[in-house]
């Protein structure tokens, strides 16, 4: 059942309020992580809870939460749900302040938490088709902020005009989705856009990679000009809400024969082993 944790108060999410005066919904002035659960386990928790206090610390939000304390709140919020498979959303706003400012009060940070199912079936794997858009989004992408309405826009757009999502192009290069990271594989060399502040250094990005070396493929942490990216033989978007999603057209044009590619098929089952290594470890 899905569930939620508000400032020490478990509720039903449905029933979960917060104050008009909440920097996050006043400002967006605050920070989230998504996490996948796989059979009742958090999937690359440690990651999640470094990336988050990273983003804290960005905007500076305080919040004295240690690792531990995270990690504990987090299971308790799982095991309560009772679900097996699920998405955590935890996020942390700089609190509530009746003082409409932007300069930042000095308040206790609202921390929310919710448990919900999570739905992969075949379908969730159907190759996309997508478009290249101008990211005009901030240059701090690499903080997870909860203002999402950029991201939100050129996914919309994207869709209004037929395609399932877009990737997005800064200086003529590929920054990542508008919710994922993009992987592209030529001549059997997978290439994905090297860290920086554009785009979210995403777990799952990391994940993939280390898969993908594992297994002995090469990878280029590099730049991926557009004109690249619609000559490859093979596009994934890669986030934890995602795992690993094959594109089967970049603006109309097939990408391979518009079925996920081999590679895709190679690092999709690592990927399945990983979950499953993790799940047996802590049993
Ligand atoms: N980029 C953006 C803009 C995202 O919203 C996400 C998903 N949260 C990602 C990349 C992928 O990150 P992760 O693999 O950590 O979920």
């Known amino acids: 059942m899905p569930v939620a944790y508000l400032n020490g108060q478990w509720t039903r999410p449905e029933d979960t309020k917060i104050s008009v005066f909440d920097r996050g919904f006043m400002f967006g002035d ?15 928790l440690a990651q999640h809870i470094a990336r988050l206090q990273r983003s804290m610390a960005e905007v500076r939000i305080q919040c004295s939460m240690t690792a531990q304390e995270w990690q504990a709140l987090l299971e308790e919020a799982v095991s309560r749900s009772n679900e097996q498979d699920a998405l955590i959303y935890l996020q942390v706003t700089r609190g509530i302040a009746s ?40 240059s701090r992408g690499d903080i997870k902020v909860v203002s999402l309405i950029a991201n939100g826009m050129l996914k919309n757009e994207a869709m209004d005009e037929g395609f399932d999502d877009a990737i997005l192009i800064r200086n003529g290069m590929v920054t990542e989705g508008t919710s994922s990271n993009v992987f592209a594989v030529k001549d059997s060399v997978l290439w994905t856009p090297p860290k920086s502040e554009y785009l979210l250094h995403g777990i799952t990005r990391d994940q993939v990679i280390q898969m993908a070396r594992g297994s002995g493929l090469e990878v280029r942490e590099e730049n991926i000009q557009e004109a690249f990216l619609k000559q490859a033989d093979e596009v994934w978007l890669t986030a934890s809400g995602l795992e690993l999603l094959p594109v089967g057209k970049v603006d109309g044009k097939t990408v391979g024969n518009g079925e996920a590619g081999l590679i895709w098929h190679r690092i999709k089952s690592v990927f399945q082993a990983e979950i499953l290594k993790v799940i047996e470890k802590i049993d």
């Open 99 to 138: 003082e409409r400012s932007h300069v930042y009060p000095v308040v206790a940070p609202t921390i929310l938490v919710t448990v919900t199912a999570s739905q992969f079936d075949e379908d969730a794997f159907k190759p996309i088709s997508v478009t290249c858009k101008a990211d005009f989004r901030w």
């Open 30 to 44: 605050g920070v989230y992580e998504v996490m996948p659960v796989y059979k009742g386990h958090i999937f690359t």
